[in-house]
């Protein structure tokens, strides 16, 4: 076990309104007025240059994109592997790295196209988002 603290992300100008929505336990993204293209990664410009973004919140709904099992993690993260490093594509068609969580590291229990829902890590005062399985509808 790593005696190591784990590091947790410092806010930043631009991702401040993204942590304090996690700090909620909501998820968002930026969406550009201007051309309507949304992204997970915050920033002041569009790759389109309008300067007209507006954090949305998402459903907390996806698919399981790409993802890789990590064995050998840095440190900080060696009492925690392996985990799964994972792509998810958002129903708002953003795509965001995340962990996938409540499932085996193991690519027969990881299809690709899988259907994932949000839950949440907690690192001390800091909520990160994480995908699951998503439960079978009915359930």
Not at 17 to 39: I, K, N, S
Not at 59 to 71: A, D, I, K, M, Q
Not at 117 to 134: H, I, K, T
Request: glycine share 8%; aromatic share 6%; charged share 25%.
């Amino acid at each position: 076990m790593s005696g190591e603290p784990k590091p947790v992300p410092r806010p930043t100008p631009e991702t401040r309104p993204y942590w304090e929505a996690t700090q909620r336990r909501e998820l968002v993204h930026h969406r550009c007025d201007g051309c309507g293209a949304g992204t997970q990664h915050p920033r002041a410009i569009c790759a389109c240059g309008s300067t007209d973004l507006t954090w949305t919140s998402c459903t907390g709904r996806g698919r399981l994109f790409s993802y890789v099992v990590v064995h050998r993690p840095e440190p900080a993260f060696a009492d925690e592997a392996p985990f799964v490093l994972a792509i998810v594509e958002l129903e708002e068609g953003v795509r965001m790295t995340t962990r996938i969580v409540d499932v085996p590291a193991d690519p027969a229990a990881l299809p690709l196209d899988m259907d994932v829902e949000l839950r949440w890590l907690e690192r001390g005062d800091v909520n990160l988002p994480v995908f699951a399985p998503a439960a079978p509808e009915g359930t």
